[in-house]
């Protein structure tokens, strides 16, 4: 018998999916949130093979905190606003056509999406010394280690939107080491010798961290690579990627898939794939042995159901601007549940993607013995595909 537990509070013979059922409104007389409720319909009546107790594993951007400075403003998704995601955390920016986001580092390795513009980002290689500057736009992505430092400057005409990725849920955007916070906390006489130079050198020092702040554009790329990189060379695409010049890994009638790792971007310890899926299509049930996945859905709608151990299991909605969080070996699917493309990014704190797909593991299995516990008939097992679909073929 499959439990009951957790589908006791519906209307005894009613198999209630529709969230506009005039029933919802009868067993649910309480005072009601109509506009999140109709967003998430999967909460308020979810289907019936959900049950028990699951975290949830969903936070819109939107309920976010929004710090806006003069060049750009950002926020934050972290472990503090969704408690499943201890493993990774997630930013969005936006930098005005010149505004910078100041010069930093931080203990976490930083993984970045451009959603929206170009951007000018620079490091330093911790391993040769050397310099990296290039400029990113819309599809890009970049990587910097743990402890790299690096800066972030929005270009003409329209600034700058891009998501950055941590992998530490802990994460806070708002606590890195900035360069203006790090030479005001250095004893000026420290600095003079650090330099060999005056202390007066120090002594405009901004008395206020900087963190976004509005600048002119920068110099032409050319001239900021030749002088940054002068006598020591640069470190040219090292940092950077760009998914539009990869084909896809994986295409289907369903939809596609790019999967960037190490494989690709030997830069890279995060794992990233992006994921299109179109209307009526679905990103197969699957899960991933190697690490949790931070999810952020940059178009269209879907759902997702999360599959836990002792039976347990949650669906939840999914737009544009939400992220979603599965964790380790926890099997999924992403259907669309939208009229457009599904567009939506995977990331692991891992530099090798890898995935289980639940058909690709029943195909490689004696169908007498799947047909043992699921009782299909072997001849539908038969014709399960041994290659891996990744986006179920529609
Ligand atoms: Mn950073
Ligand atoms: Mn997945």
């Known amino acids: 018998m499959p439990s009951m537990e957790g589908q006791t509070a519906r209307p005894a013979g009613k198999q209630i999916t529709s969230p506009d059922h005039h029933l919802q409104n009868e067993a649910q007389p309480g005072p ?26 969903k936070y819109p951007f939107s309920l976010s905190h929004k710090e806006i400075d003069s060049g750009g403003w950002t926020r934050q998704v972290t472990v503090r606003d969704l408690a499943v995601s201890k493993e990774m955390a997630g930013v969005e920016m936006y930098l005005t056509p010149g505004g910078i986001r100041e010069l930093h580092w931080h203990v976490q390795a930083e993984w970045a999406f451009m959603i929206r513009g170009k951007a000018r980002i620079t490091a330093v290689d911790p391993e040769g010394g050397k310099s990296f500057v290039n400029d990113v736009s819309a599809g890009d992505l970049w990587l910097f280690p743990g402890g790299t430092p690096h800066s972030i400057q929005g270009l003409g005409p329209e600034g700058a939107m891009f998501l950055l990725v941590f992998n530490d849920g802990n994460f806070n955007e708002f606590d890195t080491f900035l360069l203006s916070d790090y030479f005001r906390h250095t004893p000026k006489e420290v600095l003079a010798k650090n330099f060999n130079v005056a202390e007066s050198t120090f002594d405009n020092v ?13 110099r032409p790329l050319e001239e900021e690579q030749k002088q940054a990189g002068d006598s020591t060379g640069n470190v040219d695409g090292k940092f950077v990627f760009r998914p539009s010049e990869m084909k896809p890994s994986k295409v289907t009638a369903g939809g596609s898939v790019k999967i960037i790792d190490k494989a690709v971007f030997p830069a890279t310890d995060i794992a990233a794939a992006i994921v299109t899926v179109k209307p009526g299509g679905m990103r197969e049930m699957h899960w991933h042995p190697l690490s949790d996945e931070w999810q952020y859905y940059v178009a269209g709608k879907g759902r997702m159901t999360i599959f836990n151990a002792a039976g347990a299991a949650r669906t939840e909605d999914f737009q544009a601007g939400d992220v979603g969080y599965v964790q380790i070996s926890r099997a999924h699917y992403i259907e669309n549940t939208g009229t457009e493309d599904l567009v939506f990014l995977e990331v692991f704190p891992s530099p090798l993607y890898q995935d289980i797909s639940t058909a690709q593991w029943l195909a490689h299995t004696p169908m007498r013995l799947v047909d043992e516990h699921l009782h299909t008939g072997e001849e539908f097992l038969k014709k399960i595909s041994k290659d891996e679909a990744i986006v179920v073929p529609l």
């Open 32 to 57: 009601t949130n109509t506009a999140i409720e109709g967003e998430n319909p999967s909460s308020v009546w979810g289907p019936l093979s959900d049950n028990g107790s699951m975290m949830p594993f």
């Open 206 to 218: 901004p008395a206020e961290k900087l963190y976004i702040f509005q600048s002119e554009l920068p």
